[in-house]
């Protein structure tokens, strides 16, 4: 049975997305758009599907290296996959496809689409749905729905899962997965009633309450929020935007009856604290821009968006002041909570570094003394310590890369160095030439084939996809000397 679970995952993946572009297939026909670029994504996801399930195995149990495959190949074949509709249906090139599918599925925000008016309606509600998917994470949705694949264990679940927690809100694995998307669905839909109640149309409220609970930011109007004029929407968005970038298990626990734990939860607290000091920073800086009311609600609108990694927009702020600037290139770094839709570093992630930080200053003190680290109430483990810091080394170390390899392509410092941390912080928009309201169709195209590996190794935590470059990755598992010899 080993090298059976991962084909079977990536071709069931391939099955629902198949089944939903047959979905997409009857919404063109219905509203008249072109439908032969769903139907072939339909047929090639389909039979290429069919083909691995068919080879694969749902009973299988895998290993760990499996189990990390069947994830890296998910999240590549579906975005790989899911790009025919863009170059069929929307003219785009190979690469852009590949990019625009990327930046989907993996939640981030970032678009070369340069023609917002010559894109098919149902084509923009495609792009808002892959967010929907890749915000919660495609594991997720499938263990809630399909019983089977949670024999797979805690290891494909918190392979994708955003943050380095292992915290189980119910004692079965579909249980959590199934709390975590009814969650996500109330919210989706809590949304979207409030969209339509504030002033969008129905499509508008739907595709912008997708894109603002998976915190990715794809907006089907090419000045995102800017287009509406409308600050109720925008308190809408502050609002939903919140729920967005704080843990999903939280949230679950508040609704089933235990609503103190979220302010017990250090995490969020911190989350808040954060919220409410960059907005005040932010408000304050944009002060000599537009009156105090719209300062505020523009200040605390573009925290929101960039802390939880959604990358709306209410205005360019690539225009503001360098000050204002300076408080979003914070926030990049920061992320939303573990456990959420939001992208980045995490908060947590944060919280633990400070706390060992801490505790190493201690230890020049005293180097005998035992510390152990804290995070509210609880301790964190060492394996939790040394994964935070192989995740920020090679955060770090890829946002460096990139940022140089941008550069050396032609972009300047600043589109560089930001188009570098909003993909890999699935942020999406940037300063300079990736600004909001422009798109990075610009850059070279060696710069976009970097850029789709850092939206793919933002997405899936960095470890995952860096274990893949170990000599250890490519060594074949030894046999047991009791099964040699054996038929």
């Known amino acids: 049975m080993r090298g059976r679970f991962a084909p079977f995952l990536v071709g069931a993946a391939l099955i629902a997305l198949a089944l939903v572009m047959l979905l997409f297939c009857g919404y063109a026909l219905l509203v008249g758009d072109p439908v032969l670029g769903f139907a072939i994504t339909m047929v090639c996801a389909g039979l290429l599907g069919f083909l691995l399930t068919r080879f694969g195995l749902r009973r299988a149990e895998p290993k760990r290296r499996e189990a990390l495959l069947a994830v890296l190949l998910l999240w590549l074949s579906v975005p790989l996959i899911g790009a ?3 170059a069929i249906s929307g003219g785009f090139s190979f690469l852009n496809a590949v990019f625009e599918s990327m930046s989907g599925f993996t939640a981030t925000g970032a678009t070369v689409l340069q023609d917002f008016e010559a894109l098919p309606e149902t084509l ?3 792009r808002a749905l892959s967010q929907w998917f890749g915000g919660i994470g495609i594991l997720v949705i499938f263990i809630a729905v399909f019983p089977q694949l949670a024999i797979a264990g805690r290891q494909i679940f918190f392979a994708e899962a955003p943050g380095p927690t292992e915290e189980r809100m119910t004692p079965r694995l579909r249980s959590t997965a199934s709390a975590i998307l009814i969650v996500y669905v109330g919210l989706t839909t809590l949304c979207a009633l409030a969209y339509r109640l504030g002033g969008m149309d129905s499509f508008d409220a739907v595709a912008h309450s997708f894109t603002t609970l998976a915190a990715g930011g794809f907006s089907p109007r090419s000045h995102s929020f800017e287009s509406f004029a409308n600050p109720t ?3 809408i968005a502050i609002v939903f935007m919140i729920f967005a970038g704080a843990n999903f298990a939280l ?3 508040a609704i089933s009856g235990r609503p103190r734990e979220l302010f017990k939860d250090a995490e969020f607290r911190a ?16 002060l000599a821009r537009f009156p105090a009311w719209d300062a505020f609600r523009h200040g ?7 802390l939880t990694t959604t ?7 690539a225009q503001w002041s360098e000050r204002a600037q300076m408080v979003l290139l914070v926030l990049m770094f920061i992320g939303g909570s573990a456990g959420s839709a939001g992208g980045g570093v995490k908060v947590v992630r944060w919280l633990i570094i400070g706390k060992n930080t801490a505790r190493e200053v201690r230890r020049a003190l005293y180097p005998r003394a035992v510390v152990p680290v804290r995070v509210g109430n609880r301790v964190v483990p060492e394996e939790v310590l040394r994964s935070v810091a192989a ?8 946002f460096a890369i990139t940022t140089a390899l941008l550069a050396m392509l032609g972009a300047d410092f600043v589109t560089a160095f930001t188009a570098a941390i909003g993909s890999i912080g699935n942020i999406g928009p940037g300063l300079s030439s990736v600004g909001p309201m422009l798109n990075y169709a610009e850059l070279h195209p060696v710069s976009r084939g970097i850029l789709i590996f850092g939206m793919y190794a933002g997405r899936l935590e960095m470890v995952t996809v860096f274990v893949i470059f170990t000599a250890r990755w490519w060594q074949l598992p030894r046999q047991s000397p009791l099964n040699v010899g054996r038929r």
């Open 251 to 253: 949230q679950y626990r």
């Open 271 to 286: 989350y808040l604290l954060i919220i409410a000091v960059a907005g005040a920073l932010l408000s304050l800086s944009l």
């Open 233 to 235: 929407l925008e308190w």
């Open 391 to 398: 995740f920020i080394t090679l955060y770090v170390g890829l």
């Open 84 to 86: 025919i509709p863009y």
């Open 300 to 306: 605390f609108f573009q925290v929101l968006s960039i």
């Open 124 to 126: 923009f509600m495609y």
């Open 311 to 317: 990358g709306y927009a209410s205005t360019d702020f």
